[in-house]
């Protein structure tokens, strides 16, 4: 079987890596001279909405999946036409939108923060009225990794906030005083059959995910599966998916989805029975899903901007590490490391081990 990918990340090189020992083959398409994926399989360099080279890439594989939701949902309703394309159109074009993705969790009873429309200053101010501050202005989309937000904390931070995100659609959001992030990474096949990884807790530092640490019976784990289960369901969707959520008052609220594998799923290749990318092919390609168990204790820590020398690594017991073959540069993840061990104290000391080698120490 050929699977095609549109983008040619790390995320679509971490696919391709499970997919080779299922006796897959893949094509990315990615405008990017250098996506490092295409170490692992055919790289079909055009833009996006290119329709001549979206139609060779349908005509060479047995379907097409996206590695990121920036890919424009025009792309994958035109895929759609000549090969099964999963997750679909109408889940790309709800998740890469807060306002359409916010409205989809109101209207499935999914508890988010307050959220407005913003098309305006106009509307921003009104809101601001409404909602209050502190609030957080987002654009609807394309916005990662801190980018394409502004958090606003005194009427003097909403004036020509606006004009500084681009002028382009946005939603505010109240801000919400939550004691913890957390997402659930969850897989649902053809035939609707749903598995749920275990709850992650996340850290983030300046809107980039940091540390990600795998939950043992975490007591919101059944509210979470609820949650995300309302969604799979109405979007029919196909593949894995991850749901970002705040923890307050002992229960959740909704952040964000992503139609996609998933950074804070990393942990998943090494850390469970089954990998987040392994569930991933399996789900779009039909075949039934692995176990999503955890194997003992397990983190995932992001190399941000540069990857710690492998020795040291290397020499750190349990320690996985994940280079992604990308050039270093400030702000840009360019590789991870899965940490495992049995027991919780032991896996903290491993974290911070990694950590001091992330810090120059």
């Known amino acids: 079987m050929k699977i095609g990918v549109i983008g040619g990340g790390q ?9 080779t020992p299922l006796g897959m083959d893949f094509a990315f398409l990615d405008p990017a001279p250098d996506a490092c994926a295409a170490a692992l399989g055919e790289h079909i360099r055009a833009d996006y909405g290119d329709q001549d080279h979206l139609r060779q890439l349908a005509d060479e594989v047995d379907l097409v999946t996206f590695e990121f939701e920036s890919v424009p949902a025009e792309t994958v309703a035109f895929l759609s036409q000549f090969v099964p394309v999963y997750p679909s159109a109408e889940s790309l074009r709800i998740a890469r939108d807060r306002w359409f993705e916010k409205s989809l969790f109101r209207s499935l009873g999914i508890p988010t923060p307050e959220f407005a429309n913003i098309h305006s200053q106009v509307d921003l ?28 904390r005194q009427p003097a931070d909403v004036a020509g906030a606006f004009a500084e995100l681009g002028s382009v659609p946005c939603i505010l959001e109240g801000f919400v005083p939550f004691s913890g992030e957390v997402s659930l990474i969850a897989v649902r096949g053809r035939d609707g059959e749903t598995r749920f990884y275990p709850l992650v807790h996340n850290t983030h530092e300046s809107g980039i995910l940091r540390l990600s640490v795998a939950s043992s019976g975490h007591p919101l784990q059944a509210l979470a599966e609820d949650y995300v289960g309302r969604v799979l369901e109405k979007l029919d969707y196909v593949g894995v998916l991850a749901f970002e959520f705040f923890e307050v008052d002992g229960g959740l609220k909704a952040n964000e989805i992503a139609p996609r594998v998933h950074n804070s799923g990393h ?95």
């Open 11 to 19: 995320l679509g090189r971490m696919l391709a890596l499970a997919g």
């Open 125 to 152: 101010d009104a809101a601001v009225a409404e909602i209050g501050l502190p609030a957080v202005l987002k654009t609807r989309t394309l916005g990662y990794d801190g980018k394409g937000q502004k958090v606003l």
């Open 267 to 361: 942990w998943t290749i090494e850390g469970a029975e089954c990998g987040q990318f392994e569930n991933h092919l399996r789900a779009v390609a039909g075949l039934p899903l692995g176990s999503t168990a955890k194997v003992g204790e397990s983190a995932m820590l992001n190399f941000i901007g540069q990857v710690p020398p492998l020795d040291r690594l290397a020499a750190v017991a349990d320690c996985h590490p994940h280079h992604y073959g990308k050039a270093f540069k400030a702000g840009r993840k360019v590789g991870h490391a899965t940490l495992r061990s049995k027991d919780l104290p032991t896996l903290e000391a491993r974290i911070r081990e990694v950590e001091a080698l992330i810090a120059g120490n």
